[in-house]
């Protein structure tokens, strides 16, 4: 075996694969064995981590360490791990969603999250009712030209409002997905 081809892969993700040894696994499969494998405070949204995973497999497969199932493909596809079939050898890296060191971002314990997660339903609702604001300055800008000049400069108001709070609203979401939540 030529051990000068190495492929560096999440040290979490090889060793599901190790586990999963002759048996088929889908995507989702290893993204639900991956997700207890990361702190609390660090885990990933679901489907960012299965996009992850499956990134990973095509990786793997074009390397002949994974291959199909069968004739699967598309959603629910399933792959078989099989390192002895390929002449790449496995490198181990750490896992993108495991930080660790000086530089983790702290996780907001729980009362910073319900606080936040007010917030956000807040601006949503604020949101809401500013766009439902600007849509009926418009509606009446366009059903009764005299009001024209009166209601024009309301309209850009409310839309300059909705914007505003748009931004907002993905600050704060930001802040939610960045910092992470307690389990």
Do not use: W
């Not at 405070?41 to 095509?58: A, F, S």
């Amino acid at each position: 075996m030529d051990k000068s081809q190495s492929l560096k892969v999440d040290k979490t993700l090889i060793e599901l694969l190790r586990e999963q040894l002759d048996t088929p696994f889908s995507t989702t499969d290893i993204r639900d064995l991956y997700i207890p494998r990361v702190p609390d405070g660090q885990r990933p949204e679901h489907n960012l981590l299965r996009k992850y995973i499956y990134k990973e497999l095509l990786r793997l497969e074009s390397a002949g360490l994974v291959e199909r199932h069968g004739e699967s493909r598309g959603r629910g596809c399933q792959f078989i791990f099989c390192p002895e079939r390929s002449v790449v050898t496995l490198e181990a890296k750490p896992s993108p969603f495991e930080n660790s060191g000086p530089n983790v971002e702290p996780t907001m314990d729980i009362d910073t999250q319900r606080a936040l997660q007010e917030e956000l339903s807040q601006r949503k609702i604020e949101l809401v009712a500013s766009i439902g604001e600007a849509e009926e300055y418009q509606r009446l800008y366009n059903k009764y030209p005299a009001l024209r000049g009166a209601v024009k400069e309301q309209c850009l108001e409310s839309r300059e409002r909705s914007t505003k709070l748009l931004g907002q609203l993905r600050a704060v979401e930001t802040v939610i997905s960045k910092i992470g939540t307690p389990s």
